[in-house]
Nanobody
Framework: VQLQASGGGSVQAGGFLRLSCVAS????????MGWYRQAPGKQRGLVAQ???????NYADSVKDRFTISRDNAKNTVYLQMNSLKPEDTAVYYC???????????????????WGQGTLVTVSS
């Protein structure tokens, strides 16, 4: 299973970006999908998460500015980021809880997988 993130870049404060993350491989099912971020000198923390049923959870710092969504048919999660602030500058990582299809053809337990990270830079 692999997660491929895209959509990062550099924007001015007040601007917007949309991140995408596609999960690929021998996937049986995906439970939660989400985005985390890590700013220089800080620990990685949750930005937003969405369950397979569509329930969302956001960090307080991004509520009302960011929107997470997913397309289950495409195994893809999105993060629409509006009204970006300099403090949103970080490397953003996608994350998914995945049951893969094992060599026997049976589904595995659920494991966490991470994308490679995409840099978001917001200038003032």
């Amino acid at each position: 299973v692999q997660l491929q993130a895209s959509g990062g870049g550099s924007v001015q404060a007040g601007g917007f970006l949309r991140l995408s993350c596609v999960a690929s491989g021998r996937i049986f099912s995906i439970k939660k999908m989400g985005w985390y971020r890590q700013a220089p000198g800080k620990q990685r923390g949750l930005v937003a998460q969405v369950t397979s049923g569509g329930t969302t959870n956001y960090a307080d710092s991004v509520k009302d500015r960011f929107t997470i969504s997913r397309d289950n048919a495409k195994n893809t999660v999105y993060l629409q980021m509006n009204s970006l602030k300099p403090e949103d500058t970080a490397v953003y990582y996608c994350n998914a809880g995945v049951r893969s299809i094992g060599s026997t053809g049976l589904p595995s337990d659920t494991y966490d997988y991470w994308g490679q990270g995409t840099l978001v830079t917001v200038s003032s």
